[in-house]
Structures are given as C-alpha cells and as structure tokens.
C-alpha cells in the first residue's frame, strides 16, 4: 500500500531556508520511471507544481521558483526532501508530495502546513 | 505556462444528479507522440487531492464509475453521473504535456 507522509517546521520566519521531508512506502526510488513531486497551495496562486526528483537522480524545477528549489533523496530511506531557499509571506501554504509513475501522479501526502511570518 | 480555465467555479447539485465541469488550455495538450497529459483531481474538506481521471479518460484505483472524463486537444470534460454526498468538494484539472505542469483554478462542488 502506497503512502506519503510530508514533515516540515510549520513556522519560520521570512529570508530562512525551508527544508521539508517526505518520507514514503509502497513504492522505491529506485524503480525505473519513478519520481516524487512537490506541489503547494496557497491562498494567493492555488496548487502550484514545484518541482520533481525522479528514480534516476533527474530533477526538474518550475522556473519561476527555479533558483530557490533543491531536491534530493535518499533511496535506501524511502525520502525526498525540499528546500525553498529565502521564503518570504508568500510561500505560506499547505505542501504536498505525491508519487509520479508514468501514469499519474496517483498518490498525494497528507499535507504539511508551512507559515512564514516575523 | 498552460492556463487551464475550469467552468463553472462553483455547482450545486442535488443527491442523484448529473453534473458536468469543463477544463480549457490555453493550448493543445496532445504531444508529439500523441499523448494527452490531463487528469482531474478531488480535494474533499480538510484532505489531500486524490486523483479521479487520467490520461483524459482512465478512471483511477478504486474510483467509482459513475466518474468520467472525455475530451482532446483544448477542451476537456469530467462528469459525474449521480452525484452522491461523498462528491463533494473542489475539483481540479491538471495537465502534464507541457512544463512547468499547470492546474486549473477548481470548482466547488456542494449540495442545493
């Protein structure tokens, strides 16, 4: 059974470095074609897709946010990780990792609430 | 990026009823090798998206059959055929043939 769990700080405050987890089962990321995705809403711009970390260590990112996103992973650990670098009030918002297979992005995590404020 | 303009943002519906929410792009998402990356997405109250339709028209694991999706190229349709309480909730569109991947804005589905 496939499931995703993300954690996070909850709160910091604006100009630090958000580092989130997702931390898996059900599936590796060391099957071929498999990747995990970022996506956040916010109040602001809705469900916005961030970035992805696929089996083979590619990694894409959404230009608009491109110079402030890295994703890893540790294979043997079933975890992908993201760091937003500078957060400021807009990145404020409910964060989400989900399983990409070649089909879909077919499972999404609970959720992890973020909130950056002084 | 791809706008997609789902309509309508909000419906009322009734317990039995069918419904339908349409999905436009602002291009075509048929790629080269003739594939159409559209999906469609329920976020219930308080829980994650789960997803419903892929690749247009494949319903996902465990979704019911009252659920569809049809369309090509610009215009895409999800439908529910009998609406049950347990619809309820916002609906999205997403689309992944062209980066970055894009979701439409959502429609709240609620009851009369």
């Known amino acids: 059974q496939v499931s995703l769990k993300e954690s996070g700080p909850g709160i910091l405050q604006p100009f630090q470095t958000l580092s989130l987890t997702c931390s898996f089962s059900g599936f590796s990321l060391g099957t071929s074609n498999m990747g995990v995705g970022w996506i956040r809403q916010t109040s602001g711009k809705g469900l916005e897709y961030l970035a992805t970390i696929w089996w083979d260590d590619d990694k894409y990112f959404n230009p608009s946010l491109n110079s402030r996103l890295t994703v890893s992973k540790d294979t043997s650990n079933n975890q992908a990780f993201l760091k937003i670098t500078s957060v400021d009030t807009a990145d404020t918002g409910t964060y989400y990792c989900t399983r990409i297979t070649t089909v879909a992005l077919d499972y999404w995590g609970q959720g992890v609430m973020v909130t950056v404020s002084s | 990026d791809v706008v997609l303009t789902q309509t309508p943002s909000t419906l009322s519906a009734t317990i039995g009823q069918s419904v339908s929410i349409s999905c436009r792009s602002s291009?075509?998402?048929?790629?080269?090798?003739?594939?159409?990356?559209l999906y469609w997405y329920l976020q219930r109250p308080g829980q994650s998206p789960q997803l419903l339709i892929y690749?247009?028209?494949n319903l996902g694991s465990g979704v019911p059959n009252r659920f569809s999706g049809s369309g090509s190229g610009t215009d895409f349709t999800l439908k529910i055929s009998g609406v049950e309480a347990e619809d309820l909730g916002v609906y999205y569109c997403m689309q992944a043939t062209h980066a970055p991947w894009t979701f439409g804005g959502g429609t709240k589905l609620e009851l009369k």
């Open positions: 690749l247009v028209s």
């Open positions: 291009q075509s998402l048929l790629d080269s090798a003739g594939n159409t990356y």
